[in-house]
């Protein structure tokens, strides 16, 4: 585990292994914009991971750590600028690979009523995945199959988007994405803009729909607490980086990286016992831009942690424990409870 | 309760507002009642349409058209809102009850800098020369945060981020020194960390300050971490009132209880499997019953009756028949014989838990 970014965290999982990403990189070159020069900004920067089988693989991170970019990377939309993603060993990026993973790689989008198509009716919306593969007849078929396993009744397939509740819309977002029998659904933020209740709704929904399918998720979310119900692992991303990759059981044992340990301390627990009294980690100042990522490791300029190594030697992502990995100097040695000496108890 | 030292700064009776549109009248807000003591804070949460941004908007007389105020009353410091002028209105607004408003993005005026609209602020309601109003500035944003204040203020709100923007805001909120704080989802636009941090940071400036805090939320564990009392709203009704720490840990309303339970946590518990089937009621028929009764696991033929809200222990209200029934045969610690007595029947009092 000397060089991270070439040697991925590889689950010893049983499970069959349906996508890998390989050192992944997607830099978005600078422009030269009224007057001023942007740099190149470096969206997602040497990512490692496989997926297996019937996990649901949950990517944590906060605005602009590079998690929407990953998924767009996962699905084909962006062609990364290095490294390669493999679908059960086919590259997806390939020139022409587009035509022949259409259906296998579904996305469903955190805003619903603008990922469906205003002037057609839900359940053509959701049969579409499946063109080129059935037939006219066979597509509505399955479509409205697949909208009554969500819970849409056929004649709510037949109304217009905006006829549709944003439940509902999500519910056939989900649809449309199961529809064709994918090898990886990737939810980018599917359930954040949902009330706590409808969440609630949809996570049972999707459980139930994997067990039914074997279908893999990868779950991608600003929210630790819902990545947490989900997820059977989670990568925590930072700038770009995954900082932080365990198994979700392996939680409750305790993050090893700062950030991910101020991430889990800024999560608002509902139950004023726990909540008052607590002091939180202050992490200084905001995340660097992404056109100018420090240094060395990419958290070092607000670690409470941070030594003189961390500013120029990157750390790589190296195995802590079974199936947890960190990209830290410093993991195994930090003080065990997440607070600094001085703060209160949890 | 009654004998609560803490003088009153707002109180909210059987206020109802509706929005009359073409297709049909929205029942967004029906018969809210509370009391916020002064220095005390009250969390009104709830799933969206709710009623609980309409509620907030009628307080503050913001409530858009086709929205109307259609009875109640809404008493501030003494004085009855629903009667004053827009001018008196607007001299409170800002001054005396400030708004945290949800989205800094589009909250600040992308043309002009924030040492401007600071001082906009301050000066709508106080005589202050240019540079006392500076000073006053300055100071305010170094109590939010912000670092290096008296070089920020020739800035545009595009050069600051999310985060930063929101700590503006609330410095034009505080720079008034309003007696009540309204902040509508006051982080709902943030990313988790920093979430964290305002929210530390209001809750300081609340208690520095002696302000009332009237929070807005959808979010659970920003009610926990800031409120002392809790309303829980559902289909334009409170149907659950009491302290936070009461109502986190034994709700009285199925509502209450299942919302609490669906909302996911990371210490321990996952127990997704509580789920709310079902939407909520359609606000354009006036209600019937208990609004939840559809929904409710609890419900019994009764709740086709609208339930009262009913203090049924002390400091603890809530609008659900069955609730009502076994709070009063459970072995819950009841009012004193001497306090209900002197209590009239009829009393919405929203006392502070001692």
């Known amino acids: 585990m000397t060089q991270a970014s070439h040697v991925g965290p590889v689950p010893d999982l049983p499970g069959n292994v349906v996508l890998a990403a390989r050192d992944v990189k997607k830099h978005f070159k600078g422009r030269r914009g009224l007057g001023r020069r942007h740099g190149t900004v470096y969206a997602v920067d ?45 590259v997806v990026n390939a020139a022409g690979a587009g035509q022949r993973l259409r259906g296998r790689l579904q996305m469903v989008f955190q805003d619903p009523a603008g990922s469906l198509d205003p002037r057609r009716r839900v359940v053509d919306s959701v049969a579409e995945p499946l063109i080129g593969s059935r037939a006219r007849k066979e597509r509505r078929a399955a479509a409205v199959e697949m909208l009554e396993r969500v819970g849409l009744k056929a004649e709510l397939g037949d109304r217009y988007p905006h006829q549709l509740s944003g439940g509902q819309q999500q519910r056939a977002c989900i649809a449309r994405a199961l529809v064709a029998d994918p090898a990886i659904v ?16 949809m996570m049972s929904l999707l459980r139930d729909l994997q067990a039914e399918f074997r279908s893999t998720y990868v779950f991608i979310t600003h929210d630790l607490a819902t990545a947490f119900e989900l997820s059977t692992r989670i990568a ?18 305790g993050t090893l990286h700062p950030y ?28 660097p831009s992404a056109s100018l990522p420090p240094p060395g490791c990419r958290f070092h300029t607000r670690c409470p942690y ?34 600094p000496p001085t703060s209160g108890s949890l | 309760m009654t004998l609560d030292p803490v003088p009153v700064v707002l109180s909210v009776r059987d206020l109802t507002s509706r929005f009359f549109l073409p297709t049909g009248v929205v029942h967004a807000v029906e018969r809210v009642s509370f009391e916020l003591h002064a220095g005390r804070s009250l969390g009104i949460v709830g799933e969206s349409g709710c009623g609980k ?5 009628s307080v503050l007389r913001l409530l858009p058209a086709p929205g109307r105020i259609v009875g109640g009353h809404i008493t501030f410091e003494g004085r009855e809102l629903l009667d004053l002028s827009d001018e008196e209105m607007r001299r409170i607004r800002g001054a005396r009850i400030a708004l945290i408003p949800q989205n800094p993005g589009s909250a600040l005026n992308p043309v002009l800098t924030i040492g401007w609209q600071l001082r906009e602020a301050l000066q709508a309601h106080q005589e202050l020369s240019r540079t006392e109003a500076r ?102 009704q409170i149907v659950e009132m009491g302290s936070a720490s009461d109502l986190f840990r034994a709700p009285l309303h199925p509502y209450s209880d299942l919302l609490l339970g669906s909302t996911p946590r990371l210490d321990g518990r996952r127990s997704a499997e509580r789920v709310i089937e079902g939407k909520p009621p359609d606000l ?28 049924v222990v002390e400091g603890r209200h809530v609008r659900c028949w069955v609730a009502q029934r076994d709070t009063s045969s459970r072995d819950l610690p009841r009012r004193s014989p001497a306090r209900s007595a002197a209590e009239p029947s009829t009393s919405t009092d929203d006392g502070e838990p001692s």
């Open chain 1, 46 to 90: 040497g990512v490692t991971f496989e997926l297996n089988e019937g996990e649901t693989f949950g990517l944590v991170g906060e605005s602009g750590c590079g998690k929407s970019t990953l998924a767009r990377l996962l699905v084909g939309l962006y062609a990364p600028t290095a490294g390669t993603i493999l679908l059960h060993g086919e």
């Open chain 1, 186 to 201: 990737v939810l980018d933020e599917a359930l954040s803009s949902l009330d706590v209740s409808l969440q609630a709704q």
């Open chain 1, 236 to 253: 925590i991303m930072y700038l770009g980086d995954i900082v932080e990759l365990l198994p979700a059981d392996a939680f409750r044992q």
């Open chain 1, 260 to 287: 991910s340990r101020a991430l889990v301390e800024a999560v608002l627990v509902p139950d004023p016992a726990v909540q008052r009294g607590r002091k939180l980690i202050q992490l200084s100042g905001d995340v």
């Open chain 1, 306 to 339: 941070a030594q003189e190594r961390c500013s120029h030697d990157r750390p790589p992502l190296v195995q802590h424990r079974a199936e947890h990995w960190v990209a830290c100097h410093f993991a195994g040695a930090l003080p065990p409870r997440a607070e």
């Open chain 2, 53 to 57: 941004t309409a509620t907030v908007m």
């Open chain 2, 135 to 236: 000073d006053r500035i300055v100071e305010v944003l170094d109590l939010t945060g912000i670092p290096d204040p008296q070089h920020q203020l020739d800035r545009y709100p595009h050069e600051f981020s999310g985060g930063m923007k929101q700590r503006i805001l609330i410095a034009m909120a505080i720079a008034n020194h309003p007696a009540l704080l309204v902040a509508d989802e006051p982080t709902t636009a943030l990313d988790t960390t920093m979430q964290a941090k305002v929210l530390e940071l209001m809750s300081e400036l609340v208690d520095s300050f002696e302000m009332t805090l009237m929070l807005i939320t959808h979010n659970m564990g920003v009610v926990a971490s800031v409120c002392e009392r809790v309303a829980v709203m559902y289909a334009g």
């Open chain 2, 284 to 311: 354009m028929m006036a209600p019937t019953g208990c609004s939840f009764r559809d929904r409710c696991p609890l419900a019994e033929p009764g709740c086709a009756e609208p339930p009262p809200f009913l203090e």
